[in-house]
């Protein structure tokens, strides 16, 4: 065994407000019992491997200079180059993104994904800049970052507030500076930039399909089953939209304008257009209107929170009545209503699995870029639904043989995939 950590928190974290960080190595201790002989390197996980902090000063629109703080965490290169989005958010700290970066350790190696972890983030709110400042300030923080990422070695993505035009910047910046075109040091890009097909809805495709394997477990059939949906952005639009193809009645849909509800189903196809004209859900044709503590108390097959984090908490855990919950959004439920929920014996399929269509489409751009060869949208969503069904199924088999969430059993799989590659890979000298 190697030796546990004096100090799991590192000393350049506030050891009494850990942040998410604190809440990640929780995780890892709660899985560490079952990883048997691998339990040897787990000290491998309560570290980051890399942090890079930079200071990214533009020159803005008034002809002042402004410094902003900029990050990139590569967590676990093991399996894999890093690989992980880029966030854009005033409350972008360093605990942050080295949670965010572990987690996509975690979710790569759940889905069998041949990538480490990664993440990095800018503290700033975007909303506040021109779009040209917003351009100096990525091209600034990817030539500072330029120094560890690269297609072999981490790969960026979009993530809250940004999109596939800052991906084009920062791909477009990694390539003057290396003189070289490679598109493949960054995903999400435009089509037209060597992005993929089928990008764009593959997270929600994936939480559909993952809903599907859960159901198709609980023996609740699709056709007929009844769903609610907070969040009806690129996640939550697409998984409502799959439902409702399918047959299934999604009664409520939530999102930042409000609540809408119809007991004999939503006419999704309808609302989507509402959506795309008026903003958000409010004002719907044929709806009728809920709060939010009726929404949450709605009972369903299948509840989908995919909007943001927290948003199931020991506020509403109490509500919830449902089957299946399905974590579109990253970390929408807080350890203590998970507890509170699973006690009722439903089944929670975790973010790092149910999410994980992006970052598996992320991979198949990946490959494309590589190869310089584009596949049709078909041959990628049949791929993806084969990959996310396996994972489904590698985690599902663990929480029955171990006894325990999925959550834990999903935590089990991609902690021992990554500490095998550790093991096997040895320390460097
Ligand atoms: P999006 O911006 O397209 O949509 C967000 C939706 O959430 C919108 O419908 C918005 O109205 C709703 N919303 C925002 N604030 C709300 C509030 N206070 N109450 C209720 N609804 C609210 O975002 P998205 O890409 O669909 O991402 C949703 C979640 O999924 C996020 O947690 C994101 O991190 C996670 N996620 C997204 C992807 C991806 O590929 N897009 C991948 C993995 C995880």
């Known amino acids: ?214 159901a198709r477990e609980s023996q609740i059939p699709i056709k007929g089953a009844r769903i609610a949906i907070q969040g009806f952005g690129n996640v939550g639009g697409t998984a409502a939209r799959l439902f409702y193809e399918a047959g299934a009645l999604v009664v409520a849909v939530y999102d930042h304008t409000g609540i809408v509800y119809n007991p004999k189903g939503l006419n999704v196809l309808a609302l989507l257009e509402h959506v795309e004209q008026h903003g958000g859900v409010a004002g719907a044709p044929l709806t009728e209107t809920l709060d939010a503590r009726s929404f949450w108390s709605l009972e369903t097959d299948i509840l989908i929170p995919a909007a943001l984090e927290g948003q199931i908490n020991h506020d509403n855990a109490d509500l919830i009545h449902t089957r299946i919950l399905v974590e579109g959004a990253n970390g929408p439920t807080t350890p203590e209503a998970d507890d509170i929920i699973s006690s009722k014996g439903t089944v929670i399929v975790p973010d790092v699995v149910a999410n994980a269509g992006g970052v598996t489409v992320s991979y198949f751009e990946w490959v494309q870029d590589f190869s310089s060869f584009f596949w049709t949208e078909q041959e990628i969503n049949h791929r993806l639904e084969a990959m996310m069904r396996a994972a489904y199924a590698s985690m599902s088999a663990v929480a029955r043989e171990h006894k325990v969430s999925l959550r834990t059993a999903a935590f089990i799989v991609a902690c021992t995939r990554i500490l095998e590659a550790r093991q096997v890979r040895g320390l460097y000298p």
């Open 1 to 214: 065994m190697s030796e546990p950590s004096p100090r799991p928190v590192p000393s350049y974290l506030d050891p009494e407000h850990p942040g998410p960080w604190g809440i990640y190595l929780e995780q890892v201790e709660r899985v560490t019992p079952y990883l048997g002989k691998l339990a040897k390197w787990v000290e491998t996980l309560k570290r980051p491997k890399r942090i890079l902090i930079v200071d990214i000063p533009v020159e803005l629109d008034n002809g002042t200079v402004a410094h902003f703080e900029g990050y990139r965490v590569q967590h676990n290169l093991s399996r894999g180059p890093g690989k992980g989005g880029v966030r854009y958010h005033q409350d972008v700290t360093l605990s942050e993104v080295m949670a965010l970066s572990a987690w996509m350790s975690v979710k790569s190696a759940a889905v069998n994904l041949p990538f480490g972890g990664a993440k990095g983030g800018i503290r700033f709110d975007p909303h506040n800049y021109s779009q040209a400042e917003i351009e100096r300030i990525t091209r600034r923080y990817t030539s500072e970052i330029g120094v560890i990422i690269g297609p072999n070695k981490d790969i960026p993505a979009p993530d809250v507030n940004t999109n596939a035009q800052t991906m084009a910047w920062m791909m477009d910046t990694y390539a003057m500076n290396e003189g070289t075109s490679a598109t493949g040091v960054v995903t999400g890009k435009p089509v037209s930039l060597g992005g993929s097909l089928g990008r764009v809805e593959a997270t929600g495709r994936g939480v559909y399909v993952v809903a599907c394997e859960a």
